[in-house]
Each structure stands twice: as C-alpha cells, then as structure tokens.
C-alpha cells in the first residue's frame, strides 16, 4: 500500500503590520528620520556611587559620575512633533564609551511607545518645554503637576561642531514584564542603537544651571547634581535606526 503524502496547511495571512493594533499600527518600521531638531545638552557630575546601582551589567559606570540632560525639540518620520528629555549615564561597554539611557520625558504617545517597544527607551508621558528668551536656553519638565526638572544655560559664542564630543551609540535595559503571575520578563536585554547620518549645523556653548525636585512618583531627586559643566544648544539632522541586543539576561 503506497504512503500518503501529507501536505501541511499553510499559515493563515493575517492581516500584520510592524506594530499594533493590527488594524491600525501605531508607528512603521525604523529608521525614523529627524531634521532640523534643537536641543540643549547639559553635562555633569554625579555621585558616582549613587549612579553605579542604576548601570547594569556587563556597562562598567563612569569613575566620575558623569551624566548629562538633554532637552529637546524634534520633528521625524513617523512620529511628527514631540518635545522630549533624556537623563543619561556615561559608561563604557567592551572599552568604548556609550550612552546609558536612564529617564525619558516626552508628549507624543507614538515616539513613546516605538521606543519603548524597539530599542527599550524608560519613556513617560509628561510636559516637557524648551524655549529661548532674553538670551537664556530654558528646559523644563512636568509630571504630575510638578516642576521635577529644570534646566537653563546663556546663549553663548557659536562654537565648531567638534566642541559637542562624546558618543553617539545609546544603550537601554529594554524589559517586558510577563504575562503569567511569578514568570520571568519576557524579554530583558541590553540594547543599542547608534544615530547615523549625524550633522550639526550650529553649535552653541554656555553656562549652565540644572536642579531635579522631589516627586512621589518620578525620582529625580535621587541623582545628586554635584557639579555642572558647560552646556550646548544645537541644531542637527539625524536618523534613528535598529540596534543590536548587547546582551540577553535571560540567556544562560
């Protein structure tokens, strides 16, 4: 008796896009093309101990605290207007310096959840301002009704775009909690993504004020500001592609 050749169903299509809802995907695909985007860059140092607890591993955190605010105005592919601001650790992975994303702050729900969802950015929804007035740079950001971040530097010289140095690869603790009740995360990784197709079109460089107040529900106030450096206001083109996961915590 000859075998009978079972042929397997396909898939059913479904009706799938990058993201959710099906119906209607939140945002596409990266990469997500910024342009003319201002923002203001104020360095400083930290406890270094306080800020080695919120650095995982295998990031080695910078001996001397050094972490930055920045404040900014964007307008990109997919997302369109947002204002939004990111606190950041200096360290190092394998020997070369990156960004370690701590805190971000913005207004728009789509750039919140594709970055939540892709690269693992910590993103909240909140107010975040960045205006320009009597020669003075000035960023806040509200949650809650509260002021929990101010930040303001002076409209100094225009500077060359050298000055503005450091690192252009960012990396996130990207967790998804899971389903069932006492599982591990679904997913816990270290990401990075690195900006491509970077140009500054104007640097400028000044003095700077940064202070975090206390809230019940976003814990600023737990990153000492002990000493503030020069700040940066500057104009740039860039793009925000994929990343590659650093490490998977749950991988033996």
């Known amino acids: ?11 059913a299509k479904l009706p799938y896009g990058y993201s959710l809802p099906q ?28 800020i080695a607890q919120w650095i995982p591993k295998p990031l080695v955190p910078d001996p001397q605290g050094m972490m930055f605010v920045t404040v900014s105005r964007f307008f990109t592919s997919g997302f ?3 204002n939004e601001m990111l ?35 910590p993103k909240k929804l909140g107010r975040v301002s960045l205006g320009d007035r009597d020669g003075v740079i000035s ?26 140095t450091g690192s252009a690869e960012y990396t996130n603790l990207k967790l998804v ?3 069932q009740e006492g599982a591990a995360p679904a997913v816990m990784q270290l990401t990075s993504t690195t900006l491509s197709n970077l140009s500054l079109k ?11 107040a206390e809230s019940p529900a976003d814990r600023f106030s737990l990153i000492p500001v002990r000493e503030v450096l020069d700040a940066y206001y ?8 994929h990343g590659d996961v650093l490490h998977d915590y749950l991988r033996p």
């Not at 008796?1 to 898939?11: E, I, S």
């Not at 409209?155 to 060359?160: A, H, K, S």
């Not at 500057?234 to 592609?241: E, K, M, Q, V």
Request: with cysteine; hydrophobic share 45%.
């Open 1 to 11: 008796m000859d075998a009978k050749v079972v042929k397997k169903a396909r898939p």
């Open 23 to 50: 119906l209607s995907p939140l945002y596409m695909q990266p990469p997500f093309d910024y342009r003319d985007a201002w923002s203001m860059t104020i360095p400083f140092r930290s406890d270094p101990r306080a």
């Open 80 to 82: 369109g207007h947002y």
């Open 87 to 121: 606190l950041g650790a200096i360290a190092k992975y394998r020997g070369r310096t990156v960004n370690h994303c701590l805190y971000l702050v913005l207004d728009n729900d789509i750039a919140i959840a594709a970055g939540r969802e892709i690269w693992g950015f």
């Open 139 to 164: 960023g806040e950001v509200e949650r809650g009704g509260l002021t929990v971040v101010r930040a303001a530097m002076e409209v100094g010289p225009l500077v060359p775009a050298s000055a503005l």
């Open 177 to 179: 909690p899971p389903v």
């Open 202 to 212: 104007a640097v400028y460089r000044g003095r700077a004020t940064l202070s975090f």
């Open 234 to 241: 500057y104009n740039a083109d860039f793009s925000l592609g």
